[in-house]
């Protein structure tokens, strides 16, 4: 037996050396020094060292050949880790299907990553100066571009315009964006290549129509009996809604619904002959570490959307140096929400109801003394990395619009001399501070998120630094952001002190994003939770500011104003902003296009991606 | 027999009606928004999602929303699907294909590796091949297919390269070299569910072995000078493969259910990706087909094991 033993150990362990050997080869990854061992038999042509682009290491070598500088052509390949499910963006469920309906259709005008308008299928921007924007704000004229193509090959006209307006207006049809078309009164044509688009009301931002990723226009022909409730029904729509037919660069070839989409030239585009890939592919799944790995390390994948990736995990992976990380702009703002309401569970259906104010945090300076006792830094550090960069204010785009003035450096000491002053002291030889015999503590919760996690855990300590006991929770995503009135634990119905999550503007114009703090928005069983003020802070001056903001026109005013709210709920501490987050999507070093987005997808400018050397 | 196969489909078809009923509820009750990733977004207010709720029916009490989908699958209609607007059926053949090669090609190799492993480790039993076979097998089947699946990605396809990470559905295999590519794209998550596939039939072929090999019977044909190799192909074998049989049969269905953490590492996108997908999205139609194929599968497979014993073992009489 015992010979037979050491055996056993011996083959054990020769097996356990070479796993260990497998995994230690880690540091030393450049090409030239594995190919000999990993591939040594199948692909002798990697070993290349001048290859400018090799997105397949090995055995590829047999079908795509590698020329030496970047021929146009060849397989564009995207990772996104939610697949696309459908391409017609008035049917989306998320911004991934929106991105892959941007490399099919186009809007009259897009953004770029500077939050400027780019004409798509409009010949130039309507403003006020060239008489495209009427003086009077409630009308907006847009010239087409002359000679656009279908990739079907029909001309694109303005009757497609106004056909997208009554496709998504229309209720039956369940447009999930009819709320950028409720200020339209009507869409007429001018001539067959202008379209005027009459407001309902004067409005700030006549470009919150036809523009973007949320306005991109659809084929009148292939829609047209899909309006109302066939929209979804109707098998030839149901169809329609998986392969449209657009026109920019790149048509559907081949699409399974949640995920792969392969996209191939459009012949009919109008610059079809500086389109530089033959094909674009966008798989979807996984996880976001393999495919930061499939871009940076192996190369696989040209690009890879949103890599939520703990910075301790994602740092070494950008080592490897294959990859460029694409962030910026942003993604939205990470914020600590204040309950201005009492979430006790002793009040039962009274909970969070914004008649119950409540008792600890409506003291303004308990809530500067938090604002003050939070560290962005090793939020944004530790946890965020290229994902995220600490801010302090709660509207951070467009540029224009965004404050200076603030600070929000941790201040312990100031945060405890607050904390006295509004009555909460330390007791001898204790932890916590207590007034009137009531300890400190505050409930705090977010989603289930590895790097919400963390940062509840360092604003955690954060607090316990200064006297205040922090108890955490966390729920999953799908009911937190669920919005289900039926559930206790969504962020709507706040049944906690604190909580965080990210919230961005979903247009330029920022109106619907400062309602969110309004009077009139406060959520609360009456409206069940649907109104959008989930802190149910009320206040007379900000609705005034408010009011004033969205009744004014002029856009420089409109940005000091703009600068206005956000201080204001920034000083009242009604929000903590804590990181603005920004998707870094990874891209191949030799491939040159992507950028960063903010009100627009982030494949906006897909025409002119290309490879370089 | 006849007579029996007919009571028992009979007593499947209200079997599966509780079931659906049952999952419906759960789907019905639990939380959830098809419109979760744009929970927050402003520009999609509640009268929106009113509207969408009234398009995919939800706006009605869920009893009623029961009655209707069992009627329609009457009908043979098994709904849409929230997430694409299109059949939920066409999305379920779509994933088959990748689900039936890769999980289902793993099972088979399973089975193919799991019956002569595990004969030969009873037959030898406490050797040193029976002692490895039993520390492999405990591996494969203590650690979690997220790990194995994590670690072979790391060594295999990040350090040494030899095999993509991201597996492409849409490869067309028309020539030796497009062959190739599948097979290696192929290798990892197959090589994944084998390893814990095979040690868990493995176990389970060498127990039911050394039950058999240590009666009575074994002995009398030892006794009657019969070729060792005739006592174990001939005695032993064919009565311990009766309750393996049984297993890999009840196992079939589960290939059918895809398998959800090795799909999704590997980005296999099959049934199970499709279904976890559909359950994070609360596509409720989606979940409602594929857990309702894999009961009727379960029941089906439930059956087909029973009649499979009464043939492989002529003791069992059905009445």
């Known amino acids: ?613 | 027999m006849t007579q029996y196969i007919l009571r028992r489909v009979l007593i499947a078809i209200p079997t599966l009606l509780v079931i659906s009923f049952v999952i419906f509820a759960v789907l019905a009750l639990a939380p959830g928004d098809p419109l979760a990733q744009f929970a927050l977004n402003p520009a999609i207010p509640e009268s929106t999602r009113q509207l969408i709720r009234i398009q995919f029916g939800l706006d009605q009490p869920w009893p009623l929303r029961y009655a209707k989908w069992i009627t329609s699958l009457f009908r043979g209609d098994w709904g849409f699907s929230f997430s694409t607007k299109s059949p939920v059926i066409d999305l379920v053949w779509q994933r088959l294909p990748q689900t039936l090669q890769v999980v289902g090609l793993a099972y088979l190799i399973a089975v193919c590796l799991a019956i002569p492993i595990g004969i030969l480790s009873a037959v030898k039993q406490y050797s040193l091949f029976d002692t490895m076979v039993t520390f492999f097998s405990f591996i494969g089947f203590s650690v979690p297919s997220f790990f194995t699946g994590l670690l072979c990605i790391l060594i295999f396809a990040v350090n040494l390269k030899w095999f993509p990470i991201v597996y492409s559905t849409t490869l067309e295999i028309n020539s030796l070299a497009t062959f190739g590519q599948q097979v290696r794209q192929m290798f990892l998550p197959v090589f994944v569910l084998v390893v814990q596939q095979t040690a868990a039939l493995t176990r389970f072929m060498r127990s039911s072995m050394l039950d058999n090999l240590s009666l009575d019977y074994v002995r009398t044909a030892r006794a009657k000078g019969l070729v060792e190799r005739v006592v174990v192909t001939r005695h032993v074998l064919t009565n311990s493969l009766i309750p393996v049989i049984t297993l890999i049969a009840l196992g079939i269905p589960t290939i059918f259910a895809g398998a959800i953490i090795t799909e999704n590492l590997f980005r296999v996108n099959g049934l199970g990706a499709l279904l976890i997908t559909s359950i994070n999205n609360s596509d409720t139609p989606v979940v409602m087909a594929l857990t309702f194929i894999f009961s009727i599968l379960t029941v089906m497979f439930n059956l087909i094991a029973d009649i499979m014993y009464g043939v492989l073992d002529p003791r069992v009489r059905y009445g």
């Open chain 1, 1 to 613: 037996m015992s010979h037979k033993r050491l055996w056993t150990w011996l083959v054990l362990m020769v097996t356990a050396t070479t796993l260990l050997a497998a995994c230690g080869r880690k540091p030393a990854q450049t090409p030239p020094t594995t190919a000999p061992v990993a591939a040594g038999t199948t692909a002798p042509a990697t070993t290349a060292p001048a290859a400018t682009d090799v997105p397949k290491p090995t055995t590829a070598a047999t079908e795509i050949p590698t020329a030496a500088a970047p021929a146009a052509g060849g397989a564009l390949k995207i990772l996104y880790a939610q697949a696309i499910t459908v391409i017609n963006p008035y049917q989306s469920t998320g911004t991934k299907d929106l991105d892959g309906a941007t490399v099919i259709f186009e809007p009259l005008a897009r953004y770029n990553q500077n939050d400027e308008l780019v004409p798509y299928l409009a010949e130039e921007i309507p403003t006020l100066a060239n008489g495209g924007v009427a003086k009077d704000n409630k009308s907006i004229t847009w010239k087409l571009k002359k000679g656009v193509k279908w990739s079907d090959g029909t001309p694109f006209t303005a009757d497609d315009v106004i056909f997208t307006w009554q496709y998504c207006a229309d209720p039956g049809t369940a447009c999930v964006w009819t709320s950028v078309f409720a200020n339209v009164d009507k869409v007429e044509a001018v001539d067959p290549t202008t379209v005027k688009v009459t407001w309902k009301k004067a409005t700030a931002n006549p470009y919150s129509t036809f523009v973007s990723n949320t306005g991109m226009i659809i084929q009148k022909a292939q829609f047209a009996n899909c309006v109302g409730a066939n929209a979804v029904k109707d098998a030839a729509c149901q169809k329609a809604n998986l392969a449209p037919i657009g026109t920019n660069a790149y048509k559907l070839k081949e699409f399974k619904p949640g995920d792969t989409v392969i996209y191939e030239k459009n012949p009919n585009y109008r610059d079809a002959a500086n389109t530089f890939f033959d094909t674009v592919e966008i798989k979807g799944g996984g996880d976001s570490t393999s495919a930061a790995r499939a871009v940076c390390e192996t190369g696989e994948v040209d690009y890879a959307w949103n890599l939520q990736v703990p910075a301790a995990v994602l740092t070494p992976i950008l080592a490897a140096g294959k990859c460029d990380t694409v962030a910026g702009g942003s993604f939205g703002v990470e914020r600590i929400n204040i309950n201005f309401a009492n979430p006790d569970p002793a009040l039962g259906d009274k909970r969070s109801e914004p008649d119950q104010p409540n008792p600890i945090l409506s003291d303004l300076k308990v809530r500067q003394a938090i604002a003050k006792a939070i560290d962005r830094k090793p939020i944004a550090e530790q946890l965020y990395g290229p994902a995220g960069s600490p801010t302090c204010n709660i509207s951070v785009v467009p540029l224009a619009f965004t404050s200076t003035d603030l600070t929000c450096e941790r201040d312990v000491e100031g945060a405890k001399k607050l904390l006295d002053a509004a009555g909460w002291l330390l007791p001898d030889g204790k932890s916590v501070r207590e007034k009137n015999g009531k300890p400190l503590k505050l409930t705090f919760q977010t989603s289930i998120n590895t790097i919400r996690q963390g940062v509840q855990a360092i604003v955690k300590t954060n607090l316990a630094d200064v006297g205040i006991q922090v108890d955490l929770k966390a729920f999953d995503a799908g009911v937190f952001f669920g919005s289900d009135p039926g559930n206790p634990d969504t962020l709507q119905k706040f049944y906690s002190d604190l909580q965080m999550y990210t919230n961005t503007p979903s247009d330029i114009g920022l109106d619907s994003y400062f309602q969110d703090w309004t009077c009139a928005n406060v959520d609360s069983s009456k409206n069940q939770w649907k109104g959008g003020n989930d802190t149910r802070y009320c206040s007379k001056d900000y609705d005034a500011l408010f009011k004033q903001f969205t009744s004014e026109l002029d856009p420089t005013k409109r940005a000091e104003l703009a600068k206005k709210l956000n201080d204001f709920l920034v000083n009242d501490v009604v929000v903590i902003p804590l990181i603005n987050r920004m998707t870094p999507n990874g891209k191949l070093k030799t491939l040159d296009g992507p950028t960063y987005q903010t009100f627009d997808s982030v494949l906006w400018n897909i025409q002119s991606w290309k490879r370089t050397s």
